[in-house]
Every structure is written in structure tokens, then in C-alpha cells.
């Protein structure tokens, strides 16, 4: 049964990789201009036997359909295409901008886990008290703050004024980064017993980390704090209490884990959402990351840049959605038979 529910939802993840690969291509069939221009510049595409070869060598002569498999076929080894603004493969940038976003997405949501799960546990145990009522007000003004404005406060606060937290970048001018076994420089620091490093890489992560995850604990203590208290009114558990269990145990073996399947819900879409890259917070701290890229290819019109970071993100929230799919049916196991 468990080989089943995991088959059936590796291959509607499948299906749906093979529709997006579909609709890119024919987003970028279809856009005007030419790539051949696009690719060589004014003065070599004014050439026609240049823009001739240079059409040969990509297929772009050949027949849409012919273009599309080589299309998927380039896709399967990996390739890309090459950046108009770095002349790099796009693949290679992807992998250069991407451990800075994972880095920062990650700690962003561990501090949404650690706040946002905790605090709508206490909000629902105080439901309709003080603590409840600001903690929902708190919640209220993470999720509707805007996040570049409340990234400029914090800087101005924190870096500016008190010069407690860098302001820009994952290292301070000159720093040598950490030997590359992850990408994700805290953890290089701590592999490599680089601890000097270590503790500079976590003091510029802390405050976009912490900036980023505002809105995260916000929705996460709104949403834990709704389905605890829809499980606290079950049967089952007036039951455990009236068999004389502690609340730690109720709350954590019975109540939490009955409501955990929104909580999971909330937490990938909001973790493949930050791992795709937030572009307001990776501008304004000037971390380099996908979100950095994004916007650098967007303004420069680079279309490999561009169609490189959309199949990026879309992997990146089809591989989300099926762990959430698969956690999902271990959490709740009827879920499996569905």
C-alpha cells in the first residue's frame, strides 16, 4: 500500500515536470525576435552566414518539433544554455547562486518552525486570553508587513544604528569563503573547523534570515493555532484527559500530530517559495542568490537566464509538493488508501 501511494505521486510529479518543460518551450517558441540575434549581437547578426551558422549548430533551422526534442535532450544532460550576461552556462550559475538561497531559505525556516509552530501552540492553549490575543495580533503584522519595507527598517535599525548585524553579503570584504562541500557557507565553516568564518557567515545570514521568516511565523502560528484548536474539541482527546495523561503527552503524541497536515501544508509551499528565491530581500541585502540572478536576468532580458531559473523554481516546488505529499501520508496514514 505504502509502495503504491508513493508510485502514484512520483508519477503525477513526473506528469507535471513534463508539462511545465512543455509550456516553457512554447513560451519561448513563441516570444518575438529572434535568439540568433539575441545570442550573437547587432553587429554579428547583421551577418548572414554567421546567424546561418550559428542556426545550424543550436537546430534552430530545423522543424519545431525536431527543436523540442533537442530541447529535452539538452535538459537531460544538464545543459541550459548559455547566459547573455555572465557568458557562463546557466546551469553553472544556478549552481554558484543557489547554496546562497538554500543557506537562507533554510534558516529562514527553521526560525519559522521554532517560532511560528511554538507560538500557535501556546496561542491555542490561551485561546481568547491576553497572550492569544497579541500573539494573533503579531501574527497579523508578520503576514501583512511588507517585506521590503520592513527589510529597510531592519537594516536601518540593526546595521546603521546599532552596528549589530552586517548590512550586505554572506562575508565581510576580503574573507575567504570556507572550502566547498555544501555551498551553504555555515555549514563549510563548521565541516572545515573554520570558526572564525563560521561565526561571521552566521552574523550577515541572521538578520535576511530573520527579516524572511516574519511572514512565515505569522501564517504558521495562524494556521497551528486554528487546527490545534479544532483538534483540542475531538472526542479522543477529552477522553485522554479524562484518563489522567499529562497535557505535555496530548498535546505532543495526539493533538500536534493530528493537526499537523495544514501545518505541513503551509510550511512547503512557504519553504519551495524562499528556496526559488525572494528577490526584494536578496536586492536589499545584496545577498547573492537565485532571487539576485532572477532579477539581474529579468532587467538585462536575458532569455536562457530567464527560462533557467523557471525550470528552477518549477523543480523546486514540484519536488516540495511531492515530500509534502509523502509526509502526508505518514502523518496521517489514511491518507495512503485516498
Excluded at 539581474?296 to 516546488?317: E, K, Q
Excluded at 514540484?318 to 496521517?332: A, K, T
Amino acid at each position: 500500500m505504502l509502495w503504491r501511494f508513493l508510485l502514484k505521486r512520483i508519477g503525477a510529479a513526473l506528469l507535471l515536470g513534463i508539462g511545465v518543460i512543455i509550456v516553457t518551450f512554447a513560451l519561448t517558441s513563441v516570444l518575438p525576435g529572434d535568439p540568433a540575434t539575441a545570442q550573437l549581437g547587432d553587429r554579428a547578426s547583421a551577418d548572414p552566414e554567421i546567424v546561418a551558422a550559428y542556426k545550424k549548430a543550436h537546430g534552430l533551422d530545423q522543424p519545431l518539433y525536431v527543436q523540442f526534442g533537442l530541447y529535452v535532450v539538452n535538459l537531460l544532460r544538464g545543459d541550459l544554455g548559455e547566459s547573455l550576461q555572465s557568458h557562463r552556462s546557466v546551469a553553472t550559475d544556478l549552481a554558484q547562486f543557489g547554496p546562497a538561497s538554500a543557506e537562507l531559505a533554510i534558516a529562514a525556516t527553521l526560525l519559522a518552525i521554532i517560532f511560528g509552530i511554538g507560538l500557535g501552540v501556546v496561542a491555542a492553549l490561551r485561546a481568547n486570553r491576553p497572550i492569544d490575543q497579541a500573539l494573533r495580533l503579531f501574527s497579523l503584522g508578520g503576514v501583512s508587513i511588507p517585506i521590503f519595507w520592513l527589510s529597510l527598517v531592519a537594516m536601518f535599525l540593526f546595521s546603521t544604528q546599532l552596528r549589530i548585524f552586517p548590512s550586505s553579503g554572506r562575508l565581510n570584504p576580503g574573507d575567504t569563503p570556507p572550502p566547498t562541500v555544501t555551498g551553504l557557507y555555515t555549514v563549510d565553516a563548521m565541516l572545515s573547523g573554520q570558526w572564525t568564518t563560521f561565526g561571521v557567515a552566521l552574523s550577515h545570514l541572521i538578520l535576511p534570515a530573520v527579516v524572511l521568516s516574519a511572514p512565515m511565523i505569522g501564517l504558521l502560528l495562524r494556521f497551528t493555532r486554528s487546527s490545534i484548536l479544532e483538534v483540542l474539541g475531538n472526542d479522543y482527546v477529552r477522553s485522554a484527559y479524562a484518563k489522567g495523561l499529562s497535557p505535555r503527552t496530548i498535546i505532543g503524541k495526539h493533538v500536534l500530530r493530528a493537526a499537523l497536515v495544514p501545518i505541513i501544508t503551509v510550511l512547503g509551499t512557504a519553504f519551495a517559495s524562499l528556496l526559488a528565491g525572494t528577490v526584494l530581500v536578496e536586492q536589499i541585502f545584496a545577498w547573492p542568490g537565485i532571487g539576485q540572478y532572477a532579477f539581474r536576468s529579468a532587467t538585462n532580458l536575458d532569455l536562457p537566464a530567464i527560462v533557467g531559473v523557471t525550470l528552477f523554481v518549477a523543480a523546486v516546488f514540484i519536488v516540495v509538493n511531492l515530500v509534502v505529499d509523502v509526509l502526508y501520508g505518514f502523518v496521517d496514514p489514511r491518507i495512503r488508501t485516498s
